[in-house]
C-alpha cells in the first residue's frame, strides 16, 4: 500500500499550484482523505478534508483558496491551492484511514496510510 503526494515546487506568491496524491494497493473512493501541511519546528496540521461521501472540510488558513476534490476512476485526490501566501510554504502530506468509511462518516482523525510528503515554496 502506498500513498504517493506530488505537484509541488516553487511558485510565486499569489500563484496557484495542484497537488496530487494517488494510491496503489488500496481504494481511496472507500475513504475520507485528508491533506496536512508541516513546517520546521512545528505539527502537522490538518488543512482539509474530504469524505468518502463527498463532504468537504477546511481550515480556517485555507478557506476560500484550497479546493480538495476526488477523481474516484484514477484513485486520486487532489488540492488546488489558489491565491498562496508565503505562509503556506509548507511540506504537504496526504492521508487516509486504514480502515474503510461509511458514506456519512466524518473526517476521521485516525490515519493508517500517509504520502511522502511534497515541499511548497512560496516565494514573496
Known amino acids: 500500500v502506498q500513498l504517493q503526494a506530488s505537484g509541488g515546487g516553487l511558485v510565486q506568491a499569489g500563484g496557484s499550484v495542484r497537488l496530487s496524491c494517488t494510491a496503489s494497493?488500496?481504494?481511496?473512493?472507500?475513504?475520507?482523505v485528508s491533506w496536512f501541511r508541516q513546517t520546521p519546528g512545528k505539527e502537522r496540521v490538518r488543512i482539509s478534508c474530504?469524505?468518502?461521501?463527498?463532504?468537504?472540510d477546511y481550515a480556517e488558513s485555507v478557506k476560500g483558496r484550497f479546493t480538495i476534490s476526488r477523481d474516484n476512476a484514477k484513485n486520486t485526490v487532489y488540492l488546488q491551492m489558489n491565491s498562496l501566501k508565503p505562509e503556506d510554504m509548507a511540506v504537504y502530506y496526504c492521508?487516509?484511514?486504514?480502515?474503510?468509511?461509511?458514506?456519512?462518516?466524518?473526517?476521521?482523525?485516525?490515519?493508517?496510510?500517509w504520502g511522502q510528503g511534497t515541499l511548497v515554496t512560496v516565494s514573496s
Open positions: 474530504v469524505t468518502r461521501g463527498g463532504r468537504t
Open positions: 494497493g488500496v481504494a481511496l473512493a472507500d475513504r475520507a
Open positions: 492521508a487516509a484511514p486504514m480502515n474503510r468509511n461509511t458514506l456519512t462518516s466524518p473526517c476521521p482523525s485516525d490515519f493508517g496510510y
